[in-house]
């Protein structure tokens, strides 16, 4: 946003409004956001529902034991003819829906980078998105054997895919409004400068920055979570359900499914203080089209949600 003010030639001149920027910023956020998880989502759920048909079939329909992996009961050689291919098929969409699933924070990343940046950064945030859930390992000296080894950090997922996804989205878009070439440069430009050095950027910022915080937050959740046992579970299921709620399919929402579904695909907890928590808010707001005109003596919400 810009004010015209008189220049001293008498020409206009704009003068930029710092506080109508920061307000744009932060209003735009959200919409980026919400591009972002409309993407995200169709890959969740195909890589969920994949994956659920492996374990309804392994678990509930040949009774494996919850605590034997599908590899093993096909090892077992207890299973043959029509059940053995049923083994094969759950393995198969036990591996094909993890794949899924691990491409919905890359996709999430990309899209929220591409609805700052534009096409031109749709390829950083895909890369940041990537590092988040299989980060670069970190290479270590060891001065006791004097030799360089690695070692896997542990992954930023949704925290540091937020992060980067915003920041690499508006680099593009600063680079690509600074860096003026002449025409015939342009598809150098657009095809080898921009990509580079956004991934440059990117690496950097995930090696260096986002994956030590992200993981650092991660891992602690989930040593909390783990320490506390029961009632870490039951705090973990107040807190999911309460952002499932609150607003209505939103951002929240969508940050609390992925969490939830992370820590019931990893065998932490499982998903059913989400899945509780999603029919409330229909629930409650039928139940409000029925008692308000008993409380008010008038409705108070639109024709379409009477019955």
Do not use: C
């Amino acid at each position: 946003s810009a004010t015209v003010v008189p220049g001293a030639s008498g020409a206009a001149a704009a003068v930029k409004n710092p506080q109508a920027s920061k307000s744009s910023f932060w209003g735009e956020l959200p919409q980026h956001v919400m591009s972002g998880i409309s993407r995200m989502v169709p890959t969740l759920i195909m890589g969920g529902v994949i994956l659920a048909f492996s374990q309804l079939i392994a678990y509930s329909w040949l009774k494996i034991p919850a605590e034997i992996g599908i590899m093993d009961a096909l090892n077992s050689g207890k299973f043959s003819g029509f059940d053995l291919s049923l083994l094969k098929f759950a393995w198969l969409s036990q591996s094909f829906g993890g794949v899924l699933f691990g491409f919905a924070i890359p996709m999430f990343a990309a899209f929220v980078a591409n609805s700052i940046g534009g096409k031109l950064a749709f390829p950083a945030g895909f890369i940041g998105g990537l590092m988040s859930t299989q980060p670069t390992q970190l290479l270590n000296f060891d001065p006791s054997t004097m030799q360089w080894a690695t070692s896997s950090p542990v992954p930023s997922t949704f925290i540091g895919a937020l992060i980067i996804s915003i920041v690499a989205g508006y680099l593009v878009k600063w680079m690509n409004q600074k860096i003026q070439l002449p025409d015939f440069l342009l598809a150098f430009k657009t095809t080898f400068l921009l990509p580079i050095l956004s991934a440059i950027f990117v690496m950097l910022a995930m090696y260096y920055v986002i994956t030590p915080f992200g993981g650092w937050i991660n891992g602690g959740i989930r040593t909390v979570l783990t320490a506390a046992g029961e009632k870490g579970a039951l705090m973990y299921a107040m807190g999911i359900a309460a952002a499932t709620a609150i607003d209505l399919g939103g951002p929240i929402n969508k940050a609390a499914g992925f969490v939830a579904f992370s820590f019931t695909t990893d065998h932490v907890l499982p998903v059913t203080a989400r899945s509780i928590a999603i029919v409330i808010p229909p629930i409650g707001l039928g139940l409000a089209t029925i008692i308000d005109r008993r409380l008010t003596g008038k409705r108070l919400f639109n024709a379409q949600l009477y019955p």
